[in-house]
């Protein structure tokens, strides 16, 4: 018998049954009576012994001794056919016993069998028992991602089942065979054109884990997967680190979405080291931990309108991508904290001449007419007076702060030709990208009152900062940046919650992530929403004395 059954197997398989039943009504026994020769005493017409004797065989008997006989053979497929169509014919007091020898021949069928079962349209035996056994099925032939999943879903789409505390039993057990507490995995690009990236996430994590075997003296492993850059290799790094057992995963900085579906699929908990803030938000397993634009400018906004108590600001972007997301979200942090946007200006980031966009946001660039300045009126009508001597008085700046979202060569550029256009004496603010040493060289004595935000100073007054600043240099040699910072932060992050006493299981890993708990890192105090999206205040700092100097809140 092939293993795909047709309406031809289903009508041979009847066809024959009708023609057992009409066998049987035809069973040899002796010739019938006369109806001149019956016994006039009887009250009831006499009955040939043989047809007396002869029980009645229902169909439902009939289907399921065909079934017990394919049973039999070893052909589970067939006999698990023929009893759905006897349970077909079944009256409500034959169904027990027919569902209780329908699981005797589940429990010895392969489950991917009985899963193309559930794909067959008209089956009669119920879908939830379907459902039960191939997961169970699937548990006993060492296949546990698809058992869980299997399981899950009967577990979601049937609560009220007989079986669901046992198949919630079993899922239990199957969670935690995946967990390996002291393993973590890691997706990186450690070759091709983004491997400094990678290599350099890579030695935060090795600090860590380091730190950490030392600390609570026992071996924290980590498993590496390199990704090259390349989606199909991290979907498989993914699926290569599930099947070793790790708790968690680090990475990746690139490819995100597709590992990431990956890993929520398989249900991994993974915090990818990434600023896209839509990645998280693809399930409940998948995390982020690394600066992102909202960051910065809600750090810019506390600490200008809260602290310093700036009520009106201006902003002057590069007419780019970059230039125009931060535009937006500082635009509304100004909202938000109800200050005042007196002036935007766009400019091309390309040119090296930004004199007429600064002259926009300073009142300049439409200069009054020469016949109606003041001094042209007072000599119309005092023609014998005098010219002034006093010199020209400088311009009135309307707003306290000048908010720049730029890269340090252009900032370079723009912060000499503010004070040659006189738009002096307010604050300018600066994302992470001003953080560069060529802002203290190339814009020295252009760049007063500075105010930057970044998510790594290896110069704060943070003791625990300092202490890994200190190490890592000491390991490495060479100071840390942020990248080797946050990928400290996240491996420690993930190795302290899987070391909890109550996490005993992925599941338990991620819900215990996404609890608010606050954890104290060398890039401050990070917290993860019930999205996974981390939230920590970053650090400020202003330039003095030639140096970026973190600024006290």
Not at 251 to 280: R, W, Y
Not at 507 to 535: C, P, S, W, Y
Request: overall charge negative.
């Amino acid at each position: 018998m092939k293993p795909n059954h047709t309406k031809f197997f289903n009508f041979f398989i009847i066809f024959n049954i009708m023609l057992w039943v009409s066998a049987c009504s035809y069973l040899p026994g002796k010739p019938p009576f006369e109806k001149d020769k019956l016994p006039v005493e009887a009250d009831e017409p006499a009955k040939d012994k043989t047809e007396q004797d002869q029980p009645k065989i229902s169909l439902v008997e009939i289907l399921s001794a065909e079934a017990d006989k394919f049973f039999l053979r070893g052909s589970y497929k067939d006999a698990l056919f023929v009893y759905d169509q006897a349970l077909a014919q079944a009256t409500e007091d034959e169904t027990p016993q027919l569902i209780s020898r329908i699981e005797s021949v589940l429990v010895k069928t392969p489950a991917i069998t009985i899963a193309e079962l559930l794909d067959t349209k008209n089956i009669h035996i119920p879908k939830p028992l379907l459902m039960y056994w191939t997961g169970l099925n699937f548990a006993l032939e060492n296949n546990a991602v698809k058992s869980k999943e299997m399981l899950e879903t009967f577990l979601f789409q049937y609560p009220d089942h007989p079986y669901y505390n046992d198949a919630a039993d079993l899922v239990a057990v199957i969670k935690k065979t995946f967990f390996n507490k002291d393993t973590i995995g890691c997706l990186l690009p450690l070759t091709g054109k983004y491997a400094v990236f990678g290599q350099r996430a890579l030695t935060g994590i090795q600090l860590a884990i380091q730190e950490l075997s030392k600390k609570y003296s026992r071996e924290f492993k980590l498993i590496i997967k390199d990704t090259r850059a390349n989606p199909d290799i991290a979907i498989e790094g993914v699926r290569d680190l599930h099947q070793k057992n790790v708790a968690g995963i680090i990475g990746p900085l690139l490819t995100v979405k597709q590992a990431g579906l990956e890993a929520e699929k398989l249900g991994i908990p993974m915090i990818a080291l990434t600023q896209k803030s839509a990645f998280p938000l693809q399930g409940e397993y998948l995390f982020s931990n690394f600066i992102t634009p909202e960051m910065q400018v809600r750090t810019l906004g506390a600490y200008l309108f809260q602290e310093l108590g700036i009520k009106k600001v201006a902003i002057l972007y590069p007419n780019e991508k970059y230039g125009k997301k931060y535009m937006e979200l500082f635009w509304d942090v100004v909202d938000e904290y109800g200050g005042e946007v007196v002036g935007i200006e766009p400019y091309d980031g390309k040119k090296t001449d930004f004199t007429k966009p600064i002259k926009k946001l300073t009142g300049q660039f439409f200069p009054v007419p020469d016949f109606l300045k003041p001094e042209a009126v007072e000599l119309e009508n005092n023609p014998l007076s005098e010219e002034d001597d006093n010199p020209k008085e400088k311009i009135q700046i309307d707003f306290q702060a000048l908010f720049i979202p730029d890269s340090p060569s252009n900032i370079n550029l723009i912060l000499p030709q503010l004070s040659f256009n006189d738009a002096t004496g307010m604050y300018l603010v600066g994302t992470n990208l001003w953080h560069h040493e060529s802002l203290l060289k190339d814009a020295k004595g252009y760049n007063k009152q500075v105010i930057i935000t970044d998510g790594f100073f290896d110069s704060s007054q943070n003791l625990k900062t300092t202490q890994f600043a200190k190490k890592f240099k000491a390991v490495f040699n060479t100071k840390p940046k942020f990248l080797e910072a946050i990928s400290y932060d996240t491996a420690s992050i993930l190795f302290l919650t899987a070391m909890d006493e109550t996490v005993d299981s992925r599941e338990t890993l991620k819900d215990t992530l996404q609890g608010k708990r606050m954890f104290e890192g060398v890039t401050g105090n990070t917290i993860f929403d019930a999205n996974g999206v981390a939230h920590r205040e970053l650090f400020l700092m202003t330039i003095k004395k030639g140096k970026f100097v973190e600024i006290s809140r």
